[in-house]
């Protein structure tokens, strides 16, 4: 079986949705589904077989990402699905349009992926129109979309009660990415701390992702004020790059926190992210609106505990309460956990042992086969026009 998967990012530009289309595509390969890639091009990357490259320029104020063309991002989807059997549509914008005109003219079976939660993302970046207003428009911009196909593809329970709430009609599929739990359980430490002059006693709370304002990270500076009166030589280390950096710095001044909080930039995620994640004694995470939590399971992975706050598609992972805390969302009683989980590590040794085993119960296989298995359905009542998919959890 071949697939499209359509989309406005992938990699070198790195977020969760280039982590799952590049997770997806290894994994899926095992379950004789090819994966062919229509993305843009962001510079001057090598040809890759199975990838088309369409030609972007820069988005004004924002040096990350691209916009391709129009016209260029259709054709080279119509041209890329002719030998396809289905096309899975990643990003909302230029790539769902193209995506879903492709299937159209060659009868084709169109699923899409909802990665992102817009009504919560649109007020940090248009603050001065009214929230309720932006909210209204994106509901009914999502509504329209996913109604228009075969298919949607959810990271988590409550973005299928989301988009339901919504008045979206398609059947909605809750399909985490899943991680490939190999890579993040070999870590080397005490050579990462060595790196970034790091003293192995010293305890150190991580974050890993994008150092944007919806990922709440202020919240966890405000916690780490709390945290340093039980063990005052905590360090948190963020590890990420994003718009809200600028910013970020400007609270650790004004907090008092120089030398507590250490930002280290992207890390490449096969040769330096893993050392990363085996350098910590704690993963803290407070995003209210992330649809799945990844990084999560990644710590998980690592044998690393989690602190992390309970919203949105991170409610999935942290429910069950194997290797994770969950305190509520005030930053005074999320710092007191963090720091009462530092100085008494020994105490919950039983969250490190328990959060690898749990982790891989969300394993980057696990899931391939459950999508492979999604797409042979779509594709044969496709084929034999038989009754609507029933959405599966």
């Given at each position: ?178 991680i490939p ?58 590890a990420g ?17 120089l030398g ?134």
């Amino acid at each position: 079986m071949r697939v499209l998967m359509v989309s406005d990012v992938y990699f070198p530009r790195v977020n969760g949705v280039s982590t799952s289309i590049e997770t997806f595509r290894q994994t899926l390969s095992v379950q004789g589904v090819e994966i062919r890639l229509v993305v843009p091009r962001y510079g001057d990357e090598p040809a890759e077989d199975g990838i088309v490259r369409v030609p972007g320029r820069p988005i004004p104020g924002d040096r990350e990402d691209r916009l391709v063309g129009w016209r260029a991002m259709h054709r080279a989807v119509l041209a890329a699905a002719r030998d396809c059997d289905l096309i899975h549509i990643q990003t909302p914008f230029i790539a769902h349009y193209a995506g879903l005109n492709a299937a159209r003219k060659l009868d084709l079976p169109v699923v899409a992926t909802y990665h992102t939660l817009f009504e919560e993302y649109l007020q940090h970046y248009a603050p001065i129109v009214p929230a309720s207003w932006l909210r209204g428009q994106a509901r009914g911009f999502s509504r329209r979309q996913c109604n228009a196909l075969d298919a949607v593809v959810v990271p988590s329970t409550a973005m299928r009660q989301r988009l339901e709430s919504y008045g979206v009609t398609t059947p909605l599929h809750v399909l985490p990415t899943g991680i490939p739990l190999a890579r993040f359980a070999r870590g080397n430490g005490p050579a990462f701390r060595a790196r970034h002059g790091i003293s192995l006693g010293r305890p150190v709370a991580l974050f890993v992702g994008r150092v944007a304002h919806e990922k709440n990270i202020g919240f966890l500076l405000e916690a780490l004020v709390h945290a340093r009166r039980l063990r005052p030589e905590v360090l948190l280390v963020v590890a990420g790059e994003g718009p809200a950096m600028g910013d970020l710095k400007a609270q650790v001044r004004a907090l008092g926190l120089l030398g507590a909080v250490h930002f280290i930039g992207y890390l490449d995620r096969d040769s330096e992210l893993p050392d990363c994640y085996a350098a910590a004694d704690v993963f803290v995470f407070a995003s209210r609106t992330e649809t799945q939590g990844l990084v999560l399971l990644e710590a998980m992975a690592a044998g690393l505990p989690v602190i992390a706050l309970a919203e949105m598609g991170t409610i999935d992972i942290l429910a069950p309460g194997r290797g994770a805390f969950c305190p509520p969302a005030e930053a005074p009683a999320f710092g007191e956990m963090l720091g009462h989980f530092l100085s008494h590590s020994e105490a919950w040794r039983h969250l490190a042992a328990e959060a690898p085993d749990y982790a891989a119960e969300w394993s980057d296989v696990a899931m391939a086969s459950r999508l492979a298995n999604l797409y042979r359905q779509l594709a044969g009542l496709k084929i034999a026009s038989e009754r609507p998919l029933t959405a599966t959890a």
